[in-house]
């Protein structure tokens, strides 16, 4: 039997995509093996602790500059011998060389049906636009910041009524849904990055899998 995909999961804050990582292990086939904060009192520190998982902190505050906060935190993860990286809510934005350093194995979330809404204030923004849908995109990390290729998307309707934070809540249940999802199919070998891009089930993902709350989306 060949050993648990070993995932190592960067966070900021309460860490509520961790969480449902974290409760995913065992039916999607992986291992969180540490969890890295640049946050020393980022909530989700002591969810890592409960599960018996190291929890580090790497606060970026103390040192000089990116490229030593980075400096750091690679070596961090280099200790931990991850399989793949996970972002959970990690708010640095990574230079291009610390993401070339991991090409292919660094997943993020972001609330947004990407390619629109880049960045923060995600659900503010998509309710002053009037937007219908709004959602959830789970890609691989790339230099170009919420620009790397989209592996599964999960959208819902705006409702009548939504506000930033109702909707928030909406769409960080569809996260936690969709994001240990794809770390499961990494672990089960169905995705994977070849060629300079994600692969599923033997193809080149040309276009993002697409999920919406009211359908059974398992596979």
């Known amino acids: 039997m060949n050993a648990p995909l070993r995932v190592a999961v960067l966070i900021s804050g309460a860490g509520s995509n961790l969480q449902a990582l974290l409760d995913a292990e065992a039916r999607e086939g992986y291992r969180v093996v540490g969890v890295v904060s640049n946050r020393p009192a980022a909530a989700g520190l002591e969810r890592a602790r409960a599960a018996g998982i190291p929890a580090l902190t790497i606060d970026h505050t103390a040192f000089a500059d990116r490229p030593a906060f980075e400096a750091a935190l690679g070596a961090a993860l280099e200790r931990l011998a991850p399989d793949l990286i996970v972002l959970a809510g990690f708010m640095r934005v990574l230079t291009a060389d610390f993401v070339a350093r991991f090409t292919g194995r660094m997943l993020n979330v972001h609330p947004s049906l990407l390619p629109a809404y880049r960045g923060l204030d995600t659900h503010a923004r998509v309710l002053a636009a009037g937007e219908r849908w709004h959602g959830c995109s789970v890609h691989f990390v790339t230099a170009e910041l919420d620009g790397g290729p989209v592996v599964l998307q999960g ?47 033997g193809a080149p993902l040309a276009a993002p899998r697409q999920c919406e709350p009211a359908l059974a989306c398992a596979s």
């Open 155 to 201: 959208r819902l309707a705006v409702q009548p009524g939504d506000t930033a934070a109702g909707l928030q809540a909406r769409v960080q249940a569809l996260e936690h849904q969709l994001y240990a999802r794809v770390v499961g199919w990494i672990a089960q070998g169905r995705l994977r990055w070849q060629d300079a891009g994600p692969w599923l089930d």
